[in-house]
Every structure is written in structure tokens, then in C-alpha cells.
């Protein structure tokens, strides 16, 4: 079923029941817009975020019921602290919420939402791209040809690293990891995973467990991080893990900046430990570090793993499912419990 024509259940309001009300933080794809038009009330925003102050300044004149918003928008506690009492949610259009501080959120009651499963393909094919596309060389490649190309390449000139055979060591084997490892095997690579636990045979597919991290980076020659940023995935790969790897690996980071030691990045490229990085999130979003621009092994995109009409619309269709959900006195159908 396409993710346009999906009904929702949850978005029945019964006639005498007034529309939800709903602040969101910036414009949604036009589906999203036309049904918070018709069901929900909404003051107006912006094509792209608001700032923090603006969100809590439109909070406290319109009153919502639920806010909605997306990665760029941080929740801190004071600014959760300062939340009329009207707030009875947080749909967070995205699977990820490091951007949130929850323990604020449940000092104050106020429940928390995601939208998962809806983007695990785009973020899976997304990663992919970062692959090929750290493997192939597809930035310097772009490069030569918008420089007007203008004389053949040489034999030995700008090769990159074939992938098929390689072995993707994999980080983290939520939906996401899963997605991405089928589409490794349909590349021909082996798969090894970390996890917090081992899946059941049938989840797994073939790749292989690894229970210590510590154990799996010296078999991997393409690494690819899919664990949830946060404290406790802060710096997850550091200096001493990229020097497990072995010479000549490539990292790819489709999930959260913050599991990734920059300085140990740059140090690796350096040293030639990592011959090639594919990432799409950084520590300092949207003021990358200088840095990043003048490695030509870096292959890079600004944070647009979702980034699809349909994976977009299907995303603001699951928060809005949520908020309405929950102000018709129903469950919140994703709430996020830990
Ligand atoms: C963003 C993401 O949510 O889902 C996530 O965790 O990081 C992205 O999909 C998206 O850019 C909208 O905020």
C-alpha cells in the first residue's frame, strides 16, 4: 500500500470533539499540510525550523495539545520546563529523539512519540549510497566532471574500492541495521553485527554476531553505524576503535554524529587507517567542521536519510496518527518508553 493512500484510523474526530491542537515546528511535505488543515488547528510556520524561542513563544500564545517537530529542533529542559500545561505531547517527526531531553519531558508528564519503521528503507538505501559512494569515489569523480573532465583518465588514476567480497561490520541491528544488511547481500558482501543482544536466525539473515566490538573491527573492512545517539552512544568509535580496524577501511555514518570522535576521524584519514568516509550527520549540525571540506576521500550529504516525498509524507502521517491518537483519549500508537 502506498504510504499516500494509508488510512488513518487513529484521525476519525468525532464531530462534537474539537480538532487537536497542534504547534509544528516547521513546514510539512503538502499531504501533511492538507491534513493538519482539515483535522487539526495549527497556527502557521515556517518553510524551514523554528528557532527554540519561536516555538516556545508559539506555544504559549496558541495552547496545543501536542507539539510536532523534527531533528533541527532541540527540546531542552528549560525550554520543556517552560511549556504551558496545555502540552500533553511531543510528536517527534523522525526515529531518532537525542535532540530531546526526556527526563525533563517526564518530569513533566508529557509523553513522548516517534515514527519508526516509516523510514527504515530510505535510511538503508541512504546508507548505501555512502558506501558505494565512499568506495567509488563518487565526490572526486563529480568533481573531474564538473571541471569539464577534458583528458582520459589514467589506468591507475582515482580507483577506488571494489565492494563486492568486503565485509560490512554493522553497529547497532535495529530495523534500520537489518535494512541495510539485506541490501549488502544483494552487493555480495559478508555481514558481521554488533548488538546489545543476538537476533533470532530469522532477523539475522546469514550475518554473523559479534558479540564484542572490540572483536568484529578487525574483520571489518566497511563499517556502518546504526546505533541511536545519546550519552550513552557518545564517542562510540573513537581513536582506539579506528585503530582496530584494518588499514585501508572505509566508515560510513548514516545515524548520529555523536557516535563518532571527529578529531579520531580526521587522524584516520590522515594516517591512511580509513581510506574513505561516507557520512550524512555530523557533530555540529548544520556548522560542520571546516575540516570536513578539504578531505576529497569524504563523501558527504547533509543529514537526508529521510529525505524522500514518500518517506517524508509517511513520517508526518505517522506523527499526526499519534496526536490525534492521543487526544481522542487513545494509545499513543509509537510512544517512546526508554
Ligand atoms: C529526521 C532523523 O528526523 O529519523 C531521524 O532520526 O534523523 C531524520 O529522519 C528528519 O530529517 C526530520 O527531522
Known sequence: ????????????????????????????????????????????????????????????????????????????????????????????????????????????????????????????????????GACRRASEYGAVIRAGWGRPLGMTELLGIRVAGKTLGIVGMGRIGRAVAQRARGFGMQVLYCNR????????????????????LPLTQVLSLHAPGGAETENLIGARELALLPDQAVLVNAARGGLLDEEALFAALDTGRLSAAGLDVFRNEPDIDPRFLEHPRLFMTPHVGSATIETRTAMGMRALDNIASVCAGGPALDAVTR
Not at 536466525?201 to 564484542?212: F, I, T
Open 1 to 132: 500500500m502506498s504510504h499516500f493512500s494509508a488510512p488513518h484510523p487513529a484521525s476519525a474526530t468525532h464531530p462534537d470533539q474539537a480538532a487537536p491542537r497542534v504547534v509544528v515546528n516547521q513546514e510539512m511535505p503538502p499531504l501533511v499540510e492538507a491534513r493538519l488543515q482539515a483535522e487539526f488547528q495549527a497556527p502557521p510556520r515556517p518553510a524551514i525550523t523554528m528557532t527554540p524561542d519561536d516555538l516556545l513563544a508559539a506555544t504559549q500564545a496558541f495552547r496545543p495539545d501536542a507539539l510536532m517537530i523534527t531533528v533541527g529542533m532541540k527540546l531542552a529542559a528549560d525550554l520543556v520546563q517552560a511549556l504551558p500545561d496545555s502540552v500533553r505531547m511531543i510528536a517527534n517527526v523522525g526515529v531518532g529523539y537525542d535532540h530531546i531531553d526526556r527526563q525533563a519531558l517526564a518530569r513533566r508528564g508529557i509523553l513522548l512519540t516517534n515514527t519508526p519503521d516509516v523510514l527504515t528503507e530510505c535510511n538503508a538505501d541512504l546508507t548505501f549510497m555512502l558506501i558505494l
Open 197 to 216: 543482544t543476538r537476533l533470532a536466525p530469522e532477523l539475522e539473515q546469514g550475518a554473523r554476531y559479534v558479540a564484542d566490538l572490540a572483536e568484529m
